[in-house]
Nanobody, 120 residues
Framework: QVQLEESGGGLVQPGGSLRLSCAAS????????MGWYRQTPEMGRELVAR???????SYADSVKGRFTISRADVQNTVILQMNDLLPEDTAVYYC??????????????WGQGTQVTVAS
């Protein structure tokens, strides 16, 4: 079906930057939207940023002005640039995509997650 391969993440000091990448592969017709979500034991999973097929973006209020989601030059790949990171950004970040395929219609797919830790 669809595989989402994530890269990036790690440990960074407060105020630092990290870049997450997510590449979608498989046999599908089109990607309706791709985005990044994060999850902590306390908060559950929340949307961080999302980019629609036509290019429109949306962000969680807590990351506006600090995070930017964009498409990479490589097809079916999105980048999340995270600047001015805060300790409260610490979470497992998941790439998610809503993908249309002839055999399943529109369906959500998820990556395995990558840990982002912001600490001094």
């Amino acid at each position: 079906q669809v595989q989402l391969e994530e890269s990036g993440g790690g440990l960074v000091q407060p105020g630092g930057s990290l870049r997450l990448s997510c590449a979608a592969s498989g046999n599908f017709v089109t990607i309706n939207y791709m985005g990044w979500y994060r999850q902590t034991p306390e908060m559950g999973r929340e949307l961080v940023a999302r980019i629609l097929r036509e290019g429109r973006t949306s962000y969680a209020d807590s990351v506006k002005g600090r995070f930017t989601i964009s498409r990479a030059d490589v097809q079916n790949t999105v980048i999340l640039q995270m600047n001015d990171l805060l300790p409260e950004d610490t979470a497992v970040y998941y790439c998610g995509a809503n993908v249309y395929g002839w055999s399943w219609g529109s369906k959500d797919f998820w990556g395995q997650g990558t840990q982002v830790t912001v600490a001094s």
